[in-house]
């Protein structure tokens, strides 16, 4: 028994699909996430409960006695949470953060889901940035958000749960007639003297900026002082006009007057893009959102990792956990 005596009600599904398929891969697929995720889940069951649930081989799997024994009860365990869910259907809107109102891959993942469930009510919110909406997931005035989990606090990553959606490749927005502009793409070491805005100064965007120097050091590249904090596009895109700072920003940044944006490359850097949200969330809309990252994850290809492509050693320890 696990020591804080409750057992996440999606471990126990990842056993129960198991179960059923006796197949990983198969059991990944029906569940919309990838089999290294299943596996780890699976494992962290078999930690907390003291004991192994499958016999595994190269040919096959199978469950051990204690998973035999384990399997009704998992499964009513499941019935009565699909129970819930169901009674709750109609109760409130899922509230999803997207950052900004021009984020593609977080606005991209909500209309998938919206697609996969007509009859739930997703709403989007906009928290500005990760941190910013990290309150208020734990606080359950928001149920999901998207961003670089690993920027946040091992305080706050300990009431949250992430799946990764996107290795999304950076890019500098240079004011149009910065020498830099010129080029069609620009590589890291050509921002060396530099002063680039990163954020520093916004406490709802503090992952952004730690990304930022993590990528800069070594480089030469200064992050740009805090700036008064703009609110609304339009104030600032006045401010950074005034200031003429290179911005650090992602390829599918939105397009602002009198700017060039170049993706960043040698290396490509890569800004970790996952789906956050609380622990023990329950809704009938979130299994549609989990759905539609995993779908477009795997269709548009957004975890390839390119050839020269660099994310901070502190997104790795993250995301690909030992253990």
């Not at 991209?108 to 889901?113: E, G, I, N, P």
């Not at 990528?215 to 030469?220: E, I, P, Q």
């Not at 939105?254 to 609380?278: E, F, H, N, Y």
Request: charge should be neutral; proline fraction near 7%; hydrophobic fraction near 45%.
């Amino acid at each position: 028994m696990p020591a804080s005596g409750h057992l996440d009600p999606r471990l126990l599904r990842a056993f129960v699909t198991v179960a059923e398929e006796l197949h990983f891969t198969r059991a990944a697929a029906r569940l919309y996430v990838a089999q290294q995720a299943l596996s780890r889940d699976v494992r962290r069951l078999e930690r907390e409960l003291g004991t192994d649930l499958f016999v595994r081989s190269t040919r096959q799997v199978a469950l051990t006695i204690d998973g035999e024994r384990l399997l009704p009860y998992a499964r009513r365990v499941l019935d009565a949470q699909d129970a819930l869910l169901a009674a709750l259907g109609e109760a409130r809107p899922l509230l999803v953060d997207l950052n900004y109102r021009d984020q593609v891959t977080a606005r991209r993942v909500l209309h998938r889901a919206r697609e996969l469930a007509p009859d739930q009510e997703l709403m989007a919110r906009y928290e500005s940035g990760l941190t910013g909406a990290a309150g208020e997931l734990l606080a359950g005035r928001l149920d999901a958000s998207f961003g670089r989990f690993a920027g946040l606090g091992p305080a706050l990553r300990a009431g949250l749960e992430h799946q990764l959606v996107r290795y999304e490749p950076m890019a500098i927005v240079l004011p149009g007639d910065h020498p830099l502009a010129s080029l069609e793409a620009v590589p890291l070491a050509a921002l060396a003297g530099e002063t680039v805005y990163a954020g520093a100064g916004n406490p709802r965007t503090t992952e952004w900026t730690d990304l930022a120097r993590r990528l800069f050091d070594g480089h030469g590249i200064e992050v740009a002082p805090p700036v008064p904090l703009a609110v609304g596009d339009e104030e600032f895109q006045r401010i950074m006009a005034k200031l003429r700072n290179p911005i650090l920003a992602v390829v599918d940044f939105p397009a602002m007057p009198g700017t060039i944006k170049r993706p960043l490359v040698d290396p490509v850097p890569l800004s970790p893009v996952s789906l956050v949200w609380r622990k023990g969330l329950v809704h009938p809309g979130f299994d549609a959102l989990r759905r539609a990252a995993c779908e477009l994850s795997a269709t548009e290809g957004w975890l390839r990792i390119p050839t020269d492509g660099w994310f901070s050693a502190t997104d790795a320890d993250v995301i690909h956990p030992s253990n």
